[in-house]
């Protein structure tokens, strides 16, 4: 079935099974690398993508389900030789071992960011409880999205404070 | 400009190469080095008067090249894994060569480019390669210098290099590294004592350098082997059962053959496999397959399952290899107070995020396999014995994957990967194993048992120590198809290797078995337990974790025996000077006299090691709060002092460490692969759960030592041991009452100290 996808702001038109999940169409069809196959059971967040700013499993979500809708996967937040400004928290925060886990975290966490408003660091931890790390890099990647939350609020309390 | 080389003529460079050439004969094969400390079938010395792996390639071009351009390339046999290694050794080659790291290309383990150094794995990656790359690299500049000073007619010593790929003369004289280079052989064998750069000028090493794969990792870039996308590829799946011993009946192959998509189906004895155009269509196939029956294949596995009873008589009615390690006592002990404990330890998997993935190629008689294994070299040798190869016609190629913290399927899955694309030759492979058959099949680390008993004399010193240790090998690393899955599926399966133990000093089950401390009647006996019931191989730290766990719960229950603070016992058995250092060092950043006093639920721990009594030394202590109504361990906060020699990259360290300590607190308080007779139990997060964010410590605090100039001691896996036996301690400091079973699960912690 051809199917017509919004990626990363462009359209993509791909020919897949309509049960196909997102994540081996990103991959193998898009030639994204950023969602991970980790367990394709929504168990450790890997393969997080957004789909109308919302975090979805994209190895649960059928392709066909996405259709006419916006989805955005860490490619769409920087590239490597030109990082937002989550993954440049993270790559000031040195936050990866071995870095398979890092792209679902990025998304997940961005959707915090995106909420804004005040966020504590119970919130972040509440927040990535999703997401699964074996590297243990835990404790850089709270710190990265904490440097990442504070910069943004930053940039909202400089813009409140204008009259 | 320069003068540069102009002034010198080409004919004088072609003799002086001409000259060291003959200098390469090397002498051929004494003893066997084992690359990275553990099994892999590792390369032949043939230099031991050098330092690190240039005993086994003592040749300097087969480390480092320099072009016309001055751009440097070095090769390492070791691997990127996540730890940070290629960063560090572009460091570490960027500082002896004097140039910008920008300037240095790294290649890691290519059968076909770089050294064969073994395994990259029991924190061997900087002594092995680091100590070579040094060396190497000062052998390289010395020439360079020497070159240029002979070309200038002024004395080698006159000249220097600048940091930025020049050297100068006197009088102005300059030349790039490219200019020299150009004219000089470095295919010359490098000489033990090549002049080091002096640690007060470094410029590279000892920095927080960024990693250089990171910024890939954080985009979508191509990062890892699952990334690799190769012309005209097929994607496999592999067929087996629920968990090694185990396999499916009856397998609908005809039906699934059938199915739109489906290439065509591997079977070559019981090796299964389904090939397929898309990745969906082969995991569709594969589910439907899978819709079958399970028979067991093998005997069953232990009845007792995964609790600490059950443990202890798995192990313990297998046939025993006692080795005495230490064959105390030496002098009569007189004791005032004796423990006696046993410590257990469960199987464990190595839980990587991302299951194993291999590519493989088969065209015009040669293979190719991409692999993300610890031992490039060995998936050569397996995989040209699996499918009927000189060794010549395979070439295995690594590339990164998720982390791996030891012998996970990485191995089986590139075996399988070769074995596919054999009988599917023109089109490369990639195949990815399931969730489930990560946690099914890959091999486990060993569960294990320590029995210890330890006497406290009247002067408050320790009088007597003995330590017996159970466990399988942890050292079945495959260096031949007979150590894959898929060599016991194939039509004339290849045997099963026999467990091997890792002789001490590294050990493997007796890894840290022997206490740093300065103990007097001190007996430690290891027994070897060849037969493992489960499939077993390497974990992270290997027999370090349940023996320093043990060593240091033990220094803590003799403290408490005799109202000594665990901090002075220590200090006063502690006679290696590095020892006491790091132990007084988290001491004071942990603020240990003033810590808080245990109140039922905080309460505070440390522990300490120097992983094999050979590499970094490590000390970590931790603040807990036990919720006694949940039995939930909160840790607050962490430190931990780390002495590991010149630290290339601290940054890179302080990471390592900080994951060794989050990773075994996870070990330690959540895990244990569980099974029943049949089958392994734990086939998904939610049946082997791990920590996840809500768990870690609220802070976790790595100083590393800082040490000029010293030789690299490997630091990936000193967290291990001392974490968990920080824990523990900080769990027993808090409720008085000592958890000797891992893991310290809310159930155990609940029903052992109960609700105030
Ligand atoms: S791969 Fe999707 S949640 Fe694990
Ligand atoms: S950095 Fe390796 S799994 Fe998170």
Known sequence: ?163 | MSRSLDTLSRRSFLTAGALVVGFSMVPRAFAQLVGGGEGGAGPKVVAPNLPGSLKSAPILDSWIRIDANGAVTVFTGKVELGQGIKTALIQVAAEELDVPPARVTLVTADTARTPDEGLTAGSHSMQDSGTAILNAAANVRMLLARKAAEGWGVAEDAVATTGDGRLAGPGGRSASYGEIAAALSLHVEAMPDAPRRDPARYRTMGRDLPRVDIPAKLAGGAAYIQDMRLPGMLHARVVRGPSVGSRLEPLAIAEVAAMPGVVTVVQDGSFVAIVAEREWTAVKALRRIQNAKTVRSAPPLPAGGPNPQGVVEALKALPSRDIVIQDGPDRPANAAHTVKARYTRPWLSHGSIGPSCSLALFQDGKLTVWTHSQGTFDVRRVAAQLVGLAEEDVHAIHVEGSGCYGQNGADDVSADAALIAKHVPGRPIRLQWMREQEFGWEPLGPGMVTELEASLGPDKRIAAWRHEVWSNPHNNRPVGAGGVLAGGEVPNPFPVPEGKPIPMPEGDGSRNSVPLYNLPNLHVVYHFLKDMPIRVSALRSLGAHLNVFSIESMFDELARAGGIDPLDLRLAHMADERGRDVIAAVAERFAWRDRPQPDGRRGCGMAFARYKNLGAYCAVAMEVEVERETGRIRVRRAVATVDCGQAASPDGVRNQVEGGIVQSISWTSREAMSFDAERRTGFDWSAYPILRFKDVPDSVAVHVMDRPGQPFLGTAEAAQGPAAAALANAVADATGVRLRDMPLNPERVRAAVGVI
Request: net charge neutral.
């Open chain 1, 1 to 163: 079935m051809t199917m017509t996808l919004t990626i990363n702001g462009a359209e993509h038109r791909v020919e897949a099974e309509p049960d196909t999940p997102l994540l081996y169409v990103l991959r193998d069809d898009l030639g994204l690398n950023g969602a991970k196959y980790g367990c394709g059971l929504g168990q450790c967040g890997a393969c997080t993508v957004h789909v109308d700013g919302r975090p979805v499993f994209s190895c649960l979500t059928p392709v066909a389900a996405v259709q006419g809708r916006r989805v955005t996967t860490v490619e769409g937040l920087g590239s490597p030789g030109n990082l937002g400004p989550l993954q440049q928290a993270f790559e000031q925060e040195q936050a990866a071992q071995c870095g398979y886990c890092i792209a679902g975290m990025i998304m997940r966490a961005q959707v915090l960011l995106d909420r804004g408003g005040s966020i504590s660091d119970a919130d972040i931890r509440n927040h990535m409880q999703t997401n699964l790390c074996r590297c243990g890099t835990h404790m850089r990647i709270l710190r990265a999205v904490r440097r990442a939350v504070d910069a943004t609020g930053a940039r909202t309390s400089s813009l409140e404070a204008k009259p």
